[in-house]
């Protein structure tokens, strides 16, 4: 070792160099290294004190740029930051611009004895974290076209103080808002603030009602709707030849709308209902036809059995209680879901464990709804190199607009109904089955129009 630092040397003072190396001792032992067979001795070396070197140091062997060269260099750098508005001017502040996000007080979807039992298709907690998550991922794209990118919550106790609390922060010069709450209070914010310089997007809503009679034109829907989920699931029985379906039905409004939605995708699949039967949740012995699960799936043929259970309870109890030995669909069982946590194509690990990080659960599709929301109007700003409104609500309502979902398909809004095309997750408690639309569900113009209403189909007049 002492010689081949003792060469090393006498090479850099040739060249004019310091030695580098003058005295060395190895961690364990003095003056001597030891090294096994397939381990490596790790030496620590002590630099000693030379006199600086009189002679010029040596020129670098590399080839230079020319002067003309490095002038059409650093004409053409510049002509490229100018034509694609990428850099700001030298010196200047960035432009804030803010993100607003309303939602309830103490949201009963949200509350803890609703979520302590992770049913598969609910949500785990309030989607804010995740568009935290999403402002922090845009902090290096937003410096490059000068612009600094905020988020702002706003809470409220009912539907007209958050309608009121909108157009509060539309009067502070807000232009994007993340709605989260029920379908009833979305739609009384968007009809508030139909008249101003507004983009809502709901993360939360599923209702089908907010993309027919309700919609609006400033009201974009990120969130999968209810007849995007079921039509999801009837592709995937049809691809299972699963064609024949019993139909449990909860007794809540949200469980007839549900029911609703996988009827109309029953009959544009060509899927057969053979009945539909309700159910309550109840130990009352008087009304064991309804909730006792074995005596609810007897006396019917049936390939598969389908819940309609927004509350979830009841829909737990039903895999493996069937009078025969059936896949459970729905609300339980197999589900179609906007994200999962066991996604693992796409670059989803990434997005799952920085969301993870941020809020200590796995994320849900309310969650990447609210994510992607947030991403959506960052990419709109980096695309047209500009914060201005027009410009930018222009932009993402047009065709040009590509978003990436870490779900492997170009995202967009469609322009009759405003719900953001996406592909859907079939999902159990820990796996993720398959992704809709399903190979051989084809459309004339996009495969994703397969999944929610066409265009042939909407009843939105905006």
Same mark, same amino acid.
């Given at each position: 070792?002492?010689?081949?630092?003792?060469?090393?040397?006498?090479?850099?003072?040739?060249?004019?160099?310091?030695?580098?190396?003058?005295?060395? &001792?190895?961690?364990?032992?003095?003056?001597?290294?030891?090294?096994?067979?397939?381990?490596?001795?790790?030496?620590?070396?002590? /630099?000693?004190?030379?006199?600086?070197?009189?002679?010029?140091?040596?020129?670098?062997?590399?080839?230079?740029?020319?002067?003309?060269?490095?002038?059409?260099?650093?004409?053409?750098?510049?002509?490229?930051?100018?034509?694609?508005?990428?850099?700001?001017?030298?010196?200047?502040?960035?432009?804030?611009? *803010?993100?607003?996000?309303?939602?309830?007080? $103490?949201?009963?979807?949200?509350?803890?004895?609703?979520?302590?039992?992770?049913? @598969?298709?609910?949500?785990?907690?309030?989607?804010?974290?995740?568009? $935290? *998550?999403?402002?922090?991922?845009?902090?290096?794209?937003?410096?490059?076209?000068?612009?600094?990118?905020? @988020? $702002?919550?706003?809470?409220?106790?009912?539907?007209?103080?958050?309608?009121?609390?909108?157009?509060?922060?539309?009067?502070?010069?807000?232009?994007?808002?993340?709605? =989260?709450?029920?379908?009833? @209070? *979305?739609?009384?914010?968007?009809?508030?603030?139909? =008249?101003?310089?507004?983009?809502?997007?709901?993360?939360?809503?599923?209702?089908?009602?907010?993309?027919?009679?309700?919609?609006?034109?400033?009201?974009?829907?990120?969130?999968?709707?209810?007849?995007?989920?079921?039509?999801?699931?009837?592709?995937?029985?049809?691809?299972?030849?699963?064609?024949?379906?019993?139909?449990?039905?909860?007794? /809540?409004?949200?469980?007839?709308?549900?029911?609703?939605?996988?009827?109309?995708?029953?009959? /544009?699949?060509?899927?057969?209902?053979?009945? /539909?039967?309700?159910?309550? +949740?109840?130990?009352?012995?008087?009304?064991?036809?309804?909730?006792?699960?074995? @005596?609810?799936?007897?006396?019917?043929?049936?390939?598969?059995?389908?819940?309609?259970?927004? =509350?979830?309870?009841?829909?737990?109890?039903?895999?493996?209680?069937?009078? &025969?030995?059936?896949?459970?669909?729905?609300?339980?069982?197999?589900?179609?879901?906007?994200?999962?946590?066991?996604?693992?194509?796409?670059?989803?690990?990434?997005?799952?464990?920085?969301?993870?990080?941020?809020?200590?659960?796995?994320? &849900?599709?309310?969650?990447?709804?609210?994510?992607?929301?947030?991403?959506?109007?960052?990419?709109?700003?980096?695309?047209?190199?500009?914060?201005?409104?027009?410009? *930018?609500?222009?932009?993402?309502?047009?065709?040009?607009?590509? +978003?990436?979902?870490?779900?492997?398909?170009?995202?967009?809004?469609?322009?009759?109904?405003?719900?953001?095309?996406?592909?859907?997750?079939?999902?159990?408690?820990?796996?993720?089955?398959?992704?809709?639309?399903? &190979?051989?569900?084809?459309?004339?113009?996009?495969? +994703?129009?397969?999944?929610?209403?066409?265009?042939?189909?909407?009843?939105?007049?905006?």
């Amino acid at each position: 070792m002492r010689h081949v630092l003792a060469r090393i040397s006498r090479q850099r003072a040739k060249r004019g160099l310091r030695p580098a190396l003058t005295g060395w &001792r190895a961690e364990g032992g003095r003056g001597k290294a030891s090294a096994s067979r397939g381990a490596q001795a790790y030496l620590t070396v002590r /630099r000693a004190r030379w006199p600086r070197s009189t002679q010029p140091m040596p020129s670098d062997p590399r080839p230079q740029p020319r002067a003309g060269e490095k002038c059409a260099l650093a004409l053409v750098l510049g002509l490229a930051l100018v034509f694609t508005g990428a850099a700001p001017p030298a010196g200047a502040a960035p432009e804030e611009l *803010v993100i607003g996000y309303l939602a309830l007080k $103490k949201d009963p979807r949200y509350a803890r004895k609703r979520t302590y039992a992770r049913f @598969l298709t609910q949500a785990l907690g309030s989607p804010y974290p995740a568009a $935290k *998550v999403a402002i922090a991922e845009s902090r290096f794209a937003g410096a490059a076209v000068g612009a600094e990118f905020k @988020l $702002k919550r706003r809470r409220a106790k009912s539907g007209g103080k958050l309608a009121a609390a909108a157009l509060k922060m539309a009067d502070a010069g807000v232009h994007y808002l993340l709605v =989260d709450a029920p379908a009833p @209070l *979305v739609d009384e914010v968007a009809r508030a603030t139909r =008249d101003r310089d507004l983009l809502l997007f709901n993360v939360s809503a599923r209702d089908d009602v907010l993309r027919q009679a309700q919609c609006r034109p400033h009201l974009l829907h990120v969130i999968p709707s209810h007849a995007m989920l079921t039509d999801a699931l009837a592709q995937y029985l049809v691809s299972k030849k699963w064609r024949e379906v019993l139909v449990l039905t909860g007794p /809540r409004p949200e469980d007839e709308r549900l029911t609703a939605a996988f009827e109309r995708s029953a009959k /544009r699949f060509g899927v057969e209902i053979v009945e /539909r039967r309700p159910f309550v +949740l109840s130990n009352d012995p008087r009304e064991r036809e309804k909730n006792n699960v074995a @005596l609810l799936t007897a006396g019917a043929e049936y390939d598969v059995v389908f819940v309609a259970d927004t =509350d979830g309870e009841f829909a737990r109890d039903v895999p493996y209680q069937t009078v &025969r030995p059936r896949p459970v669909v729905g609300t339980e069982g197999l589900a179609a879901a906007g994200w999962h946590w066991a996604w693992e194509r796409h670059g989803a690990p990434q997005l799952e464990n920085r969301f993870e990080k941020q809020a200590k659960r796995p994320m &849900r599709s309310v969650d990447w709804a609210a994510w992607m929301a947030v991403k959506a109007v960052v990419e709109a700003v980096l695309r047209t190199g500009s914060t201005e409104f027009t410009k *930018v609500r222009d932009f993402l309502l047009g065709d040009e607009i590509v +978003l990436d979902g870490f779900k492997g398909n170009r995202l967009n809004f469609r322009p009759w109904n405003r719900q953001l095309r996406q592909p859907l997750l079939l999902v159990t408690h820990n796996w993720v089955v398959d992704r809709a639309p399903l &190979r051989g569900f084809l459309h004339q113009s996009n495969n +994703l129009d397969t999944l929610g209403f066409d265009e042939r189909d909407s009843r939105c007049e905006l």
